[in-house]
């Protein structure tokens, strides 16, 4: 019954380990959607995401940053790279009215070539494969919350993560609140169902539209960042978001009832 119970401890913390890229590039797809959009690149995001995030660790490893110097770096690259690519998304979308889903899967095959090319490139340039530093994937590994993560069973389950998977639900929890609690999201959801309505009301239209895609954008780089960094422990694996975007969109037709 102990090791029983021990597989079925374990078990559950790696399903929460391997969701939360999945609650970041979802929540981001929400946003997205909530005005209007629905961006089929994901994936390419997150491979953009993955290789910005470990191409500022190691930049900033280089210029003497190690550790939480270098993880932050690591951060703020995968969060800007969500957000540049996302950005052209809606320039192209918004803008230039181009069909949303050609310039969305455009963006996957671009992101992922991209991804998989610098990554490669660097590995080569460092001899073979490219890694973080120890003190650098420390920060990326589990956290001990003194007197919680020490609780039988519910500190395991609960107090024993990785900072980037309370992070996601965090992201996940100030979403839900702002669509739903807020004057932001009221107008927001206002743009997505019915845009002429809100434009004559005296919403800017585009401005939201911009708005939700480049933090809905900064979401799927941040979970292509966890995957490299987290999951990956800072190694560079071609092919490494292995369909996560694709799964990140499924769950969000299953969220929304959209018919695949």
Known sequence: MIKEADMIINFLIAAVLAGAPLVLATVGEIITEKSGNINLGVEGTMYIGAVASLAGAVAAQKLGLSGFGAAAVSFIAGALSGMITSA?????????????????????????????????L???????????????????????????SSVPVIGELLFSYNGMVYFSLAAA?????????????????????????????????????????????????????????????????????SGYGWLALLLFCIVFKVRT
């Open 122 to 148: 660097m590995g080569q340039g460092a001899g073979g494969y490219i890694s973080v530093t120890d003190e650098t994937k420390a920060v990326f590994s589990g956290i001990h919350i003194p007197g919680l």
């Open 173 to 241: 929890l100030a979403a839900f609140f702002i669509i739903k609690k807020t004057k932001i999201g009221l107008k927001l959801t206002a743009v997505g169902e019915n845009p002429y309505a809100a434009d004559a009301a005296g919403v800017s239209v585009t401005k939201y539209r911009y708005i939700a895609s480049v933090i809905g954008g900064a979401l799927c780089g941040l979970a292509g960042m966890y995957m490299c960094m987290v999951t990956n422990s800072g190694v560079w694996v071609h092919g490494c978001i």
């Open 88 to 120: 052209l998304f809606g320039f192209m979308t918004i803008s230039l009215r181009v069909n949303q889903n050609v310039v969305g899967l455009i963006i996957t095959i671009m992101g992922t070539g991209i991804g998989n090319f610098f990554g490669e």
